[in-house]
């Protein structure tokens, strides 16, 4: 049955509720929490630090390394523990988002650790993961160039929808169901991510962007007033 209206009630312009707060693992040099719906990211960053094995160490540049993982029980079936290739492509997906708009040459020779968990997965965990990940670089005090904000971008019955749900991805309109993330940066707007599973004529496409342009800014608004120390949770504001 086509879809009249989005199965949560949404717009096809409306994020999901989002939780955003910083300081979440308190012995990690940063750290944050990004949730929208039922997907929730913890991200916690350590460094920059010396770089071990030192034969991977640039005497020019920092690194920076991700590390994506779900826990065991952030799905309905059990995912098993440890790294897959999704995650091992997730991780490096990740590690490419935020390497643009790290100065890594300020800190030459080092490593920056970021390790991202999934604890609850209901679709767009690639891009919660990164808004976390964004947000605990900030946190930790790391320079960024400007800031970074992710949202996936579906297509339903022809219609564009924003932060896709696991259902609404799972979604089948005859063409296969088609799920885009985007990683945008906050002043420029330069596309750091971008993917494309499933189908999309090439208009629909423009008009992803646009709509994934639009969340990203709601994203950003989001993300910067977490790091001034508020604690967002709107699944709470919308219950009031
Ligand atoms: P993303 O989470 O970034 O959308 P995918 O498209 O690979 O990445 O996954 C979509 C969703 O499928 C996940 O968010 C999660 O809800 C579910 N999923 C992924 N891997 C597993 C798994 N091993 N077991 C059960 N569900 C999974």
């Not at 650790?113 to 947000?135: L, P, S």
């Not at 219609?159 to 696991?166: G, H, L």
């Not at 596309?191 to 423009?206: A, N, P, S, V």
Request: glycine share 8%; proline share 5%.
């Amino acid at each position: 049955m086509p879809y009249e209206k989005r199965a949560d009630g949404r717009e096809m312009n409306e994020l999901r509720p989002i939780q955003a707060k910083v300081g979440v693992v308190p012995n990690a040099d940063g750290s944050a929490l990004f949730g929208a719906g039922k997907t929730i990211a913890i991200a916690a960053v350590y460094g920059p630090k010396p770089l071990h094995p030192a034969h991977m160490k640039k005497a020019d540049t920092g690194i920076i390394r991700c590390e994506y993982n779900m826990l065991p029980f952030s799905v309905t079936e059990r995912a098993r523990p440890g790294p897959s290739r999704r995650s091992k492509e997730i991780s490096m997906i990740t590690e490419n988002a935020l390497a643009g708009v790290i100065d890594l040459k300020r800190f030459p020779g080092t490593v920056i650790d970021v390790q991202i968990m999934i604890v609850q997965a209901d679709a767009g965990t690639r891009c919660a993961g990164i808004n976390a990940a964004a947000m605990a670089l900030a946190h930790a005090g790391i320079v960024m160039k400007e800031m970074i904000s992710s949202v996936a971008i579906g297509k339903i019955d022809d219609k564009i929808a924003t932060d896709i749900t696991k259902e609404e991805e799972d979604y089948h309109d005859g063409e296969g169901p088609t799920d885009i993330p985007f990683t945008i940066t906050s002043n420029s707007k330069e596309i750091t991510h971008l993917q494309l599973d499933g189908y999309i004529q090439t208009h629909r496409f423009k008009e992803s962007i646009e709509a994934a342009k639009i969340a990203c800014e709601k994203l950003n608004e989001i993300q910067i007033r977490a790091l001034k120390g508020e604690e967002i949770d709107e699944n709470k504001e919308k219950e009031k």
